[in-house]
Protein backbone atom coordinates (compact mmCIF):
# COMPACT_ATOMS: atom_id res chain seq x y z
CA UNK A 1 0.00 0.00 0.00
CA UNK A 2 1.42 3.26 -1.53
CA UNK A 3 0.40 6.10 1.10
CA UNK A 4 1.28 9.92 0.42
CA UNK A 5 1.34 12.34 2.83
CA UNK A 6 1.90 16.11 2.38
CA UNK A 7 5.21 16.77 4.35
CA UNK A 8 4.93 20.87 4.37
CA UNK A 9 4.13 21.28 7.88
CA UNK A 10 7.32 19.22 8.89
CA UNK A 11 9.34 21.75 6.93
CA UNK A 12 8.86 24.07 10.01
CA UNK A 13 9.83 24.21 13.52
CA UNK A 14 8.18 21.06 14.73
CA UNK A 15 5.08 22.51 16.65
CA UNK A 16 0.93 22.25 15.38
CA UNK A 17 0.52 20.34 12.81
CA UNK A 18 3.78 19.15 11.93
CA UNK A 19 3.83 17.56 15.27
CA UNK A 20 1.04 15.60 14.35
CA UNK A 21 2.39 14.10 11.30
CA UNK A 22 5.77 13.51 12.93
CA UNK A 23 4.54 11.71 15.63
CA UNK A 24 2.51 9.36 13.63
CA UNK A 25 4.73 8.99 10.86
CA UNK A 26 7.31 7.71 12.92
CA UNK A 27 5.14 4.88 14.58
CA UNK A 28 3.73 4.02 11.02
CA UNK A 29 3.62 0.18 10.86
CA UNK A 30 4.73 0.98 6.97
CA UNK A 31 6.74 2.93 5.10
CA UNK A 32 4.84 6.90 4.29
CA UNK A 33 6.11 8.98 1.20
CA UNK A 34 6.69 12.48 1.98
CA UNK A 35 5.49 14.45 -0.67
CA UNK A 36 6.78 18.44 -1.23
CA UNK A 37 6.03 21.12 -3.68
CA UNK A 38 6.18 17.71 -6.09
CA UNK A 39 9.32 16.28 -4.37
CA UNK A 40 8.56 13.05 -2.71
CA UNK A 41 11.00 11.03 -0.57
CA UNK A 42 10.74 8.27 2.36
CA UNK A 43 13.16 9.96 5.21
CA UNK A 44 12.10 11.42 7.97
CA UNK A 45 14.90 12.64 10.28
CA UNK A 46 14.80 13.28 13.60
CA UNK A 47 13.17 16.32 15.18
CA UNK A 48 15.44 19.70 14.70
CA UNK A 49 15.44 23.24 14.82
CA UNK A 50 13.49 24.35 10.81
CA UNK A 51 12.31 21.07 10.37
CA UNK A 52 12.16 17.01 10.36
CA UNK A 53 11.72 16.38 6.68
CA UNK A 54 14.32 15.90 4.60
CA UNK A 55 14.28 17.31 1.48
CA UNK A 56 15.49 15.69 -1.23
CA UNK A 57 17.08 17.57 -5.02
CA UNK A 58 16.77 20.73 -3.98
CA UNK A 59 18.37 20.81 -0.56
CA UNK A 60 21.44 21.04 -2.76
CA UNK A 61 19.87 24.33 -4.56
CA UNK A 62 20.46 27.55 -2.72
CA UNK A 63 18.39 30.42 -4.92
CA UNK A 64 14.38 30.69 -4.18
CA UNK A 65 13.76 31.08 -7.67
CA UNK A 66 15.83 27.83 -9.07
CA UNK A 67 13.93 25.43 -6.19
CA UNK A 68 10.65 26.90 -7.45
CA UNK A 69 11.33 26.20 -10.84
CA UNK A 70 12.68 22.03 -9.56
CA UNK A 71 9.67 21.28 -7.92
CA UNK A 72 7.56 22.56 -10.12
CA UNK A 73 9.34 20.24 -12.58
CA UNK A 74 9.49 17.36 -10.33
CA UNK A 75 5.93 17.48 -9.80
CA UNK A 76 5.14 17.46 -13.54
CA UNK A 77 7.21 14.19 -13.47
CA UNK A 78 5.69 12.63 -10.63
CA UNK A 79 2.32 13.61 -11.52
CA UNK A 80 1.67 10.52 -13.38
CA UNK A 81 2.24 8.20 -10.89
CA UNK A 82 -0.86 7.35 -8.92
CA UNK A 83 -0.63 6.63 -5.36
CA UNK A 84 -3.44 4.18 -3.20
CA UNK A 85 -3.79 6.67 -0.99
CA UNK A 86 -3.12 10.49 -0.60
CA UNK A 87 -3.29 11.74 3.69
CA UNK A 88 -3.51 15.39 3.75
CA UNK A 89 -2.98 16.19 7.28
CA UNK A 90 -3.52 20.02 6.86
CA UNK A 91 -7.68 20.58 6.02
CA UNK A 92 -6.83 21.06 2.29
CA UNK A 93 -5.42 18.87 -0.26
CA UNK A 94 -2.50 19.72 -2.55
CA UNK A 95 -2.96 19.92 -6.31
CA UNK A 96 -0.16 17.33 -8.32
CA UNK A 97 -1.13 14.70 -6.10
CA UNK A 98 -2.84 11.83 -8.05
CA UNK A 99 -4.46 8.66 -5.71
CA UNK A 100 -7.40 6.13 -5.77
CA UNK A 101 -8.68 6.90 -2.40
CA UNK A 102 -7.90 10.46 0.05
CA UNK A 103 -8.07 11.41 3.86
CA UNK A 104 -8.15 14.66 5.24
CA UNK A 105 -7.38 15.35 8.58
CA UNK A 106 -9.95 18.66 10.00
CA UNK A 107 -8.16 19.44 13.30
CA UNK A 108 -10.53 22.36 14.17
CA UNK A 109 -13.37 24.48 12.39
CA UNK A 110 -12.14 27.96 13.99
CA UNK A 111 -11.58 29.42 11.22
CA UNK A 112 -15.24 29.12 9.96
CA UNK A 113 -16.72 30.08 13.48
CA UNK A 114 -14.43 32.42 14.28
CA UNK A 115 -12.64 34.17 11.41
CA UNK A 116 -12.08 37.76 13.13
CA UNK A 117 -9.20 35.23 15.25
CA UNK A 118 -7.46 34.65 11.97
CA UNK A 119 -5.40 36.94 9.68
CA UNK A 120 -7.39 37.75 6.61
CA UNK A 121 -5.62 35.96 3.85
CA UNK A 122 -5.69 32.84 5.54
CA UNK A 123 -9.20 33.40 5.91
CA UNK A 124 -9.63 33.75 2.60
CA UNK A 125 -7.81 30.65 1.27
CA UNK A 126 -9.95 28.51 3.90
CA UNK A 127 -13.29 29.97 2.82
CA UNK A 128 -11.86 29.01 -0.89
CA UNK A 129 -10.91 25.80 -0.75
CA UNK A 130 -11.80 23.82 2.84
CA UNK A 131 -15.35 22.78 1.98
CA UNK A 132 -14.40 21.08 -1.42
CA UNK A 133 -11.58 19.04 0.71
CA UNK A 134 -14.32 18.43 3.04
CA UNK A 135 -16.54 16.70 0.24
CA UNK A 136 -14.11 15.56 -2.23
CA UNK A 137 -12.42 13.04 0.80
CA UNK A 138 -13.37 9.47 0.99
CA UNK A 139 -13.01 9.67 4.52
CA UNK A 140 -12.12 12.59 6.90
CA UNK A 141 -10.09 12.45 10.64
CA UNK A 142 -10.77 15.10 13.01
CA UNK A 143 -9.09 15.06 16.41
CA UNK A 144 -12.12 15.21 19.06
CA UNK A 145 -16.19 14.19 18.93
CA UNK A 146 -16.65 18.39 19.54
CA UNK A 147 -14.68 18.84 16.28
CA UNK A 148 -16.66 16.23 14.49
CA UNK A 149 -19.80 17.78 15.20
CA UNK A 150 -18.55 21.32 14.13
CA UNK A 151 -17.50 19.72 10.84
CA UNK A 152 -20.83 18.55 10.80
CA UNK A 153 -22.32 21.89 11.30
CA UNK A 154 -20.66 24.17 9.47
CA UNK A 155 -20.23 21.83 5.76
CA UNK A 156 -23.28 19.61 6.07
CA UNK A 157 -21.34 16.17 5.82
CA UNK A 158 -22.30 13.13 6.91
CA UNK A 159 -21.70 12.06 10.88
CA UNK A 160 -20.26 8.79 8.38
CA UNK A 161 -17.66 10.18 7.15
CA UNK A 162 -15.71 11.39 10.04
CA UNK A 163 -13.26 9.34 12.01
CA UNK A 164 -12.51 10.51 15.45
CA UNK A 165 -9.30 9.96 16.83
CA UNK A 166 -7.95 11.60 19.74
CA UNK A 167 -4.55 12.72 19.85
CA UNK A 168 -1.55 11.08 22.32
CA UNK A 169 1.33 12.23 24.14
CA UNK A 170 4.57 10.88 24.60
CA UNK A 171 4.66 9.98 28.28
CA UNK A 172 7.93 8.78 28.32
CA UNK A 173 9.67 12.05 27.63
CA UNK A 174 6.58 14.43 29.33
CA UNK A 175 7.00 13.08 32.51
CA UNK A 176 7.44 14.02 36.20
CA UNK A 177 11.11 14.83 36.13
CA UNK A 178 13.34 15.34 39.72
CA UNK A 179 13.84 19.50 40.49
CA UNK A 180 17.39 18.95 39.66
CA UNK A 181 17.48 17.71 36.45
CA UNK A 182 15.84 20.60 34.71
CA UNK A 183 17.59 22.71 37.33
CA UNK A 184 19.87 24.16 34.58
CA UNK A 185 16.89 25.69 32.52
CA UNK A 186 15.52 27.68 35.79
CA UNK A 187 19.18 29.07 35.84
CA UNK A 188 19.36 29.81 31.47
CA UNK A 189 15.41 31.15 31.46
CA UNK A 190 16.16 33.48 35.16
CA UNK A 191 13.18 31.76 36.37
CA UNK A 192 12.26 32.09 40.15
CA UNK A 193 11.49 29.00 42.26
CA UNK A 194 7.61 28.89 41.47
CA UNK A 195 5.49 30.48 38.59
CA UNK A 196 2.78 30.07 36.74
CA UNK A 197 3.01 28.84 33.24
CA UNK A 198 1.18 29.10 29.30
CA UNK A 199 1.99 27.31 26.43
CA UNK A 200 0.95 28.58 23.16
CA UNK A 201 1.21 31.40 20.25
CA UNK A 202 0.09 34.59 21.06
CA UNK A 203 -3.10 34.86 18.86
CA UNK A 204 -6.94 36.20 20.01
CA UNK A 205 -7.53 32.29 19.93
CA UNK A 206 -5.67 31.64 22.86
CA UNK A 207 -7.00 34.25 25.49
CA UNK A 208 -3.58 36.20 26.22
CA UNK A 209 -5.54 39.39 26.49
CA UNK A 210 -7.82 38.01 29.36
CA UNK A 211 -5.09 36.20 31.21
CA UNK A 212 -3.36 38.97 31.49
CA UNK A 213 -6.22 40.78 32.87
CA UNK A 214 -6.84 38.09 35.48
CA UNK A 215 -3.28 38.02 36.16
CA UNK A 216 -3.21 41.48 37.19
CA UNK A 217 -6.03 41.10 39.41
CA UNK A 218 -4.00 38.61 41.81
CA UNK A 219 -2.85 39.84 44.88
CA UNK A 220 0.34 41.69 44.72
CA UNK A 221 2.39 39.28 46.60
CA UNK A 222 0.73 36.25 44.88
CA UNK A 223 2.20 37.93 41.59
CA UNK A 224 5.60 38.39 43.20
CA UNK A 225 6.19 34.66 44.72
CA UNK A 226 3.91 33.54 41.03
CA UNK A 227 5.49 35.29 38.14
CA UNK A 228 3.89 34.56 34.85
CA UNK A 229 5.86 32.90 32.00
CA UNK A 230 4.96 32.40 28.50
CA UNK A 231 6.28 30.05 26.13
CA UNK A 232 5.48 29.84 22.31
CA UNK A 233 5.45 32.01 19.01
CA UNK A 234 4.51 35.22 18.74
CA UNK A 235 1.74 34.52 16.40
CA UNK A 236 -0.63 37.87 15.39
CA UNK A 237 -2.49 40.64 16.12
CA UNK A 238 -0.57 40.65 19.12
CA UNK A 239 0.50 44.35 20.11
CA UNK A 240 -1.64 45.22 22.94
CA UNK A 241 -0.97 41.92 24.10
CA UNK A 242 2.62 42.73 23.78
CA UNK A 243 2.55 46.16 25.36
CA UNK A 244 1.09 44.68 28.22
CA UNK A 245 3.92 42.12 28.78
CA UNK A 246 6.73 44.70 28.45
CA UNK A 247 4.32 47.07 31.35
CA UNK A 248 3.77 44.38 33.69
CA UNK A 249 7.19 42.27 33.22
CA UNK A 250 5.77 39.62 32.11
CA UNK A 251 8.22 36.82 31.31
CA UNK A 252 8.24 36.05 27.48
CA UNK A 253 10.61 33.11 26.44
CA UNK A 254 9.27 32.88 22.85
CA UNK A 255 9.26 29.45 20.94
CA UNK A 256 11.49 26.68 23.30
CA UNK A 257 12.72 23.50 22.23
CA UNK A 258 10.58 20.24 23.30
CA UNK A 259 13.04 18.46 25.51
CA UNK A 260 12.89 23.20 27.03
CA UNK A 261 9.88 22.61 27.49
CA UNK A 262 9.57 19.32 29.10
CA UNK A 263 11.26 20.96 31.83
CA UNK A 264 9.52 24.12 31.56
CA UNK A 265 6.44 22.45 32.58
CA UNK A 266 8.01 20.36 35.67
CA UNK A 267 9.42 23.33 37.04
CA UNK A 268 5.81 25.27 36.95
CA UNK A 269 3.95 25.28 40.20
CA UNK A 270 0.55 25.04 37.62
CA UNK A 271 -0.21 25.38 33.80
CA UNK A 272 -2.91 27.59 32.39
CA UNK A 273 -4.41 27.44 29.44
CA UNK A 274 -7.88 29.98 28.79
CA UNK A 275 -8.07 29.44 25.46
CA UNK A 276 -11.79 29.89 23.46
CA UNK A 277 -11.49 27.40 21.17
CA UNK A 278 -9.49 24.10 20.60
CA UNK A 279 -9.99 21.04 18.37
CA UNK A 280 -7.72 19.22 20.98
CA UNK A 281 -5.22 21.11 23.06
CA UNK A 282 -2.05 19.91 23.65
CA UNK A 283 -0.33 21.77 25.47
CA UNK A 284 -2.67 20.78 28.61
CA UNK A 285 -2.11 16.75 28.20
CA UNK A 286 1.62 17.72 27.82
CA UNK A 287 1.53 19.75 31.48
CA UNK A 288 -1.00 16.80 32.88
CA UNK A 289 1.21 14.36 31.62
CA UNK A 290 4.60 16.20 33.76
CA UNK A 291 1.91 15.98 36.92
CA UNK A 292 1.62 19.69 36.87
CA UNK A 293 -2.15 21.02 37.98
CA UNK A 294 -3.94 22.34 34.56
CA UNK A 295 -6.63 25.26 34.71
CA UNK A 296 -8.33 25.42 31.46
CA UNK A 297 -11.07 26.68 29.50
CA UNK A 298 -14.73 25.47 29.98
CA UNK A 299 -14.94 25.31 26.12
CA UNK A 300 -14.44 23.78 22.97
CA UNK A 301 -12.53 20.41 22.96
CA UNK A 302 -10.99 21.14 26.62
CA UNK A 303 -13.47 19.13 28.62
CA UNK A 304 -13.76 16.35 26.98
CA UNK A 305 -9.72 15.92 26.99
CA UNK A 306 -8.87 16.90 30.38
CA UNK A 307 -11.88 15.28 31.71
CA UNK A 308 -11.63 15.16 35.46
CA UNK A 309 -8.60 16.33 35.85
CA UNK A 310 -8.18 20.44 34.97
CA UNK A 311 -9.57 23.00 37.12
CA UNK A 312 -12.19 24.72 34.76
CA UNK A 313 -12.47 28.58 33.99
CA UNK A 314 -14.89 30.55 31.79
CA UNK A 315 -12.56 32.06 29.20
CA UNK A 316 -14.50 34.88 28.78
CA UNK A 317 -14.62 36.01 32.04
CA UNK A 318 -11.26 37.77 33.63
CA UNK A 319 -12.67 37.37 37.22
CA UNK A 320 -13.34 33.95 37.29
CA UNK A 321 -10.20 33.52 35.41
CA UNK A 322 -8.37 35.40 38.30
CA UNK A 323 -10.41 33.84 41.05
CA UNK A 324 -9.35 29.85 40.33
CA UNK A 325 -5.54 30.59 39.53
CA UNK A 326 -5.20 32.56 42.83
CA UNK A 327 -7.72 29.23 44.65
CA UNK A 328 -4.64 27.08 42.82
CA UNK A 329 -1.66 28.93 44.12
CA UNK A 330 -2.95 29.30 47.55
CA UNK A 331 -4.16 25.73 48.21
CA UNK A 332 -1.13 23.19 47.62
CA UNK A 333 -2.88 20.22 48.42
CA UNK A 334 -5.14 21.39 45.63
CA UNK A 335 -2.70 21.44 43.04
CA UNK A 336 -0.92 17.86 43.93
CA UNK A 337 -4.64 16.19 43.97
CA UNK A 338 -5.02 17.60 40.41
CA UNK A 339 -1.46 17.06 39.49
CA UNK A 340 -1.62 13.62 40.44
CA UNK A 341 -5.31 13.27 38.54
CA UNK A 342 -3.71 14.85 35.55
CA UNK A 343 -0.91 12.68 35.22
CA UNK A 344 -3.27 9.60 35.06
CA UNK A 345 -5.76 11.27 32.79
CA UNK A 346 -2.73 11.72 30.13
CA UNK A 347 -2.33 8.25 30.20
CA UNK A 348 -5.13 7.57 28.67
CA UNK A 349 -3.58 9.32 25.66
CA UNK A 350 -1.19 7.53 23.75
CA UNK A 351 0.92 8.18 20.17
CA UNK A 352 1.42 4.65 19.53
CA UNK A 353 -2.63 3.97 19.91
CA UNK A 354 -3.32 7.24 17.63
CA UNK A 355 -0.89 6.27 15.26
CA UNK A 356 -2.35 2.57 14.88
CA UNK A 357 -5.79 3.89 14.65
CA UNK A 358 -4.57 6.09 11.61
CA UNK A 359 -3.24 3.50 9.53
CA UNK A 360 -6.05 0.68 10.19
CA UNK A 361 -8.08 3.84 9.20
CA UNK A 362 -5.68 3.69 5.69
CA UNK A 363 -5.96 0.13 5.21
CA UNK A 364 -9.90 0.68 5.47
CA UNK A 365 -10.10 3.12 2.74
CA UNK A 366 -8.36 1.29 0.32
CA UNK A 367 -9.95 -1.65 0.61
CA UNK A 368 -13.54 -0.13 0.25
Not at 201 to 223: F, G, H, Q, V
Not at 232 to 252: L, S, T
Not at 295 to 310: F, K, M, N, T, Y
Not at 330 to 338: C, F, G, Q, W
Request: proline share 4%.
Amino acid sequence: MKIVVDALPLTKSLTGVGKYIYEIAKRADQDLLFWYGGIVAQKLHEPKEGGVFAHVIESAVTVRAVKKALRFMVGMLKSKEVYDLYWEPNYIFQKGIRSKKKVVTIHDMSIIRYPQWHPKERVEYFCKHLFSSIHEADMIITDSYFSKREIVELSGCEESKIEVIHLGVDYNLYKPLAKEKVKHLKDRFALEDEFVLFVGSIEPRKNLLNLLKAYMKLPKPLKKRYPLVLAGFKGWENNEIMQIIEKEHIRYLGYVSESDLVGLYNLASAFVYPSFYEGFGLPPLEAMSCQTAAIVSDAASLPEVCGDAALYVDPYDVDDIALKVQLLLEDRKKRASLAEAGRKRALQFDWEKTADKHMKLFERVVKC
